[in-house]
């Protein structure tokens, strides 16, 4: 059967304009896009950051103020290995940051929008960090443990960062003195007390020093508390150090 030439003309006329309304839709789709990058690129600035030890940041931050922080976020352990990621709007975290150990395994998300933890690794038999509570417990009893946002690497970078040694270590040899860092927390989630505990049997010195937690950013005295059959209760996350050379501390590997 011969197709009529009209028809033949119409199908054609029919798929040019679809083509054409196709492409005119993606254009459309395409010009948000487009102009969110350009804007992005027009109102914030690359930076990059050494806020503790070994860590870099690198993130973005708005033209009009360079305080704020606006757009992506990754933090990264001696320059490759990567250890926190995520987003800022207008200086607040935002979305879902993940956080990883100082060996690159994932150990934590959390959802800074709607302030949900999504995902937390499993407690490491040879982590450094140790947990006590003060309560009785029976089999039964469900226990969970107090967990600080920002995972078990990341997230006590702040503890770890804040404490020097209360003497010169000129002459002192570090490697020789033991070290731990205590941190109280309470029911409702609040950092109670911070203590470093210091001691050295050769050097025959032993002290806990306590300091202020108001020293601490808002964000850092926040966690979420250990419970005992749902029920909040006060706990203490104990952070395994070491004296450096220079006197402060770091994680025991």
């Not at 709007?89 to 690159?104: M, N």
């Amino acid at each position: 059967m011969t197709i009529p030439a009209f028809f033949l003309k119409l199908t054609a006329d029919r798929l040019y304009c679809l083509k054409l309304m196709t492409l005119k839709t993606i254009f459309l789709l395409l010009i948000p896009l487009f102009y969110l990058t350009d804007c992005l690129a027009q109102d914030t600035i690359e930076q990059k950051n050494r806020p503790y030890n070994h860590v870099i940041e690198r993130f973005f931050v708005l033209k009009s103020d360079k305080k704020t922080k606006q757009g992506p976020y990754k933090a990264f352990l001696r320059r490759n290995t990567l250890i926190a990621m995520g987003n800022y709007s207008k200086g607040v975290k935002t979305g879902i940051w993940t956080f990883y150990e100082s060996d690159g395994r994932l150990v934590e998300r959390f959802n800074f929008t709607t302030n949900t933890l999504l995902n937390e690794a499993p407690l490491d038999s040879v982590s450094n960090i140790e947990y006590l509570f003060d309560a009785t417990m029976k089999k039964s009893d469900r226990l969970t443990r107090p967990i600080k946002v920002g995972g078990s690497y990341y997230g006590f970078l702040p503890y770890i960062n804040l404490f020097k040694l209360p003497f010169e270590v000129t002459d002192v040899n570090t490697k020789l003195f033991n070290a731990y860092i205590e941190l109280l927390i309470s029911p409702g989630g609040r950092l109670a007390d911070y203590k470093v505990h210091l001691w050295s049997k050769q050097y025959d010195y032993q002290q806990a020093i306590a300091l202020d937690v108001k020293l601490f950013a808002e964000e850092d005295r926040q966690f979420i508390p250990a419970t005992l059959n749902n029920e909040p209760i006060l706990s203490r996350i104990i952070i395994k150090c070491y004296v450096t050379p220079y006197g402060d501390l770091d994680f025991l590997d």
